[in-house]
């Protein structure tokens, strides 16, 4: 007969071993007809269910007829009974045997009745978008998932009996009822609805990453974790260090390069152009982790943008276009709302956190206060977003320029701090245009102490928007031209004539644009898990990598000094 053994239909997929459980079997009270109706329509929209993130099949039939689970000797004869009935009725070449493996008796059957055998995992939705009927030995998923699709499934208990018609409504009844279902990241129990969500954002993120044949320009210390963000469970795409060959292999699959942005090899575009491949480019996100990138803590969140890059004006990228054409609605704006007043309660920012109040250093004798953040000076963003400020110290000669009489205040770039990139400037030669050099504590404490941010790119500016500060550009960087800030740079007014609110930026840049993964369990997340997670200070434990990075960050800065 057939295994007995149950599994719920709602499973997390295998991106890594030792996953969470999702599930536990357990008796709930009833729920209403409406939320039975909104699961299975959720499964059904988001496609999810069963083995989900599998590939679809190479060839799809109208009858399935499915085996369930393992099968022993007398699951063999009842399978070969029902086998028998069905070909008498349906013609074999309409019929598609489904087992979970690919040899043993089955296999024997579905060759002796002449009929097409698949084995699991395969996508169930897409295996049903043609079929006509299911019918199925005792209880499986892609029975389950069909009669929430309102098809005709069959099930059979003993198949020398009528099967008996399986009801999408009694499916829904039990996923809420028989089911106790656990949050993957935190281990406490939640809601279906809530783990529906995580199934939605699951697919979405499998389905775009088929879409990727090579990555390329990684950094061999981020490697296991960009595999994480661009998995398709079990596997991930490999990574090359040469064009041509990644241009070569995503051709013959019709896919696309991932690359570093800032570590493009030289060639890449021209050898993609020739092999018609598309080159999307990574970067990492605006709240990315506890610890620096260039000291090599390895990012929890990432752009893959298929148009250009939000740091460069000079072309479209998907966050402008995310931005210029969204309709944000009441949902999706609350939780942007939520979300800010978490970042700024909890002082967080792309490289950590900090609740802790930062003692002025300064006394500005009643002046208008306004801070200068550093960049890194041969950062991408500045040579592509800086327009005609070529630096920090042209910034800060414009900045005093229009402000003769504020109280400046400037903040170097933690990574020059660090001594792990270029920027470094003197302090006589600051203190010319600046009234004051601000070197400890976190950024975002010292946004609260100040009226103004002037800044030529800085992601410092968008969380002085999020603090409701007011931001002076001097270049062209993302937030810019919506409304929300006061531009002395050329902004492609063109492609951003839309005025946003701060809702609307924040649920853009932070919720729609990037890719997150939980860099506890691995798994694909939202932004609210990864700021959770900021708390916890064991997943951001330095490596003996990061420490020798430190070491030597000091001995360079102290050099420079």
């Known amino acids: 007969m057939i295994s007995t053994s149950r599994f719920c239909l709602l499973r997390i997929p295998p991106f890594q071993r030792g996953l969470p459980t999702l599930a536990v079997a357990s008796q709930r009270p009833i729920a209403s007809a409406e939320t039975l109706a909104e699961v299975g329509r959720r499964i059904v929209e988001d496609r999810t269910g069963g083995t989900f993130w599998a590939p679809p099949p190479s ?13 022993d000797k007398n699951g063999t004869r009842n399978l070969a009974r029902l086998l028998e009935r069905l070909v008498s009725v349906f013609s074999h070449q309409d019929m598609v045997l489904i087992t979970p493996g690919p040899h043993g008796p089955a296999a024997k059957m579905a060759r002796r009745y002449g009929v097409l055998h698949l084995h699991e995992p395969i996508d169930p939705h897409a295996l049903l978008d043609q079929a006509q009927e299911v019918h199925e030995l005792t209880h499986g998923d892609i029975g389950d998932i069909a009669a929430l699709r309102a098809q005709k499934v069959m099930r059979y208990d003993d198949p020398g009996h009528d099967g008996y018609a399986v009801d999408g409504a009694k499916v829904a009844q039990q996923l809420v009822q028989d089911w106790r279902y656990l949050d ?9 609805q809530k783990i529906l969500q995580f199934q939605a954002l699951w697919r979405r ?39 041509r060959i990644a241009a070569r292999r995503c051709s013959s699959q019709g896919k696309a390069i991932v690359t570093w942005a800032t570590r493009m090899p030289y060639g890449l575009e021209q050898q993609a152009e020739a092999a018609k491949v598309p080159v999307w480019r990574v970067e990492d996100g605006f709240v990315r982790s506890v610890g620096l990138g260039s000291g090599l803590q390895v990012p929890a969140s990432i752009f893959v943008d298929q148009r250009g890059i939000y740091y460069d004006p000079s072309e479209p990228s998907d966050l402008e276009h995310i931005l210029a054409t969204t309709v944000f609605d009441a949902d999706l704006r609350k939780r942007a709302r939520a979300l800010t007043a978490h970042l700024v309660q909890k002082g967080i920012s ?7 109040a930062l003692e002025k250093e300064w006394n500005a004798n009643g002046r208008r206060v306004l801070l200068v953040p550093g960049q890194v000076s041969d950062d991408l963003s500045v040579l592509k977003g800086g327009g005609p400020v070529r630096g920090n110290m042209e910034l800060l000669q414009a900045v005093r320029h229009h402000n003769p009489d504020a109280f400046i205040i400037y903040r170097p770039h933690p990574d020059v701090v660090a001594g792990h990139r270029n920027g470094q400037l003197a302090d006589n030669d600051v203190l010319v245009y600046a009234d004051h050099i601000s070197m400890g504590g976190s950024i975002t404490n010292l946004i609260w102490q100040v009226q103004e941010i002037h800044t030529l790119t800085s992601l410092a500016g968008f969380e002085a928007l999020l603090r409701q500060r007011k931001v002076v ?4 960087p993302f937030y810019a031209g919506w409304g929300l800030t006061t531009d002395k740079g050329k902004i492609p007014t063109r492609r951003r004539g839309r005025l946003l609110t701060l809702e609307e930026l924040v649920a853009g840049a932070l919720i729609l644009y990037p890719r997150y993964v939980d860099p506890l369990t691995l798994i694909p997340c939202e932004v609210e898990t990864v700021i959770e997670r900021f708390e916890d200070m064991r997943v951001w434990r330095p490596t003996i990598l990061m420490r020798i990075k430190a070491v030597q960050g000091r001995m ?6």
Request: positive net charge.
């Open 350 to 356: 792309k490289y950590g956190r900090s609740d802790q």
């Open 184 to 192: 993957p990241y935190t281990g406490e129990e939640t809601t279906i």
């Open 556 to 561: 360079k800065a102290m050099m420079a000094r």
């Open 59 to 71: 060839s799809v039939k109208p009858i399935l007829v499915c085996a369930g689970y393992e099968i």
């Open 205 to 243: 993120t499998i389905d775009a990453n088929r879409n990727i044949g090579a990555c390329v320009g990684m950094s061999l210390w981020k490697r296991k974790r960009i595999a994480a963000f661009f998995t398709t469970p079990p596997s991930h795409p490999s990574f090359f260090r040469h064009a």
């Open 473 to 476: 550009t001097y270049g062209c």
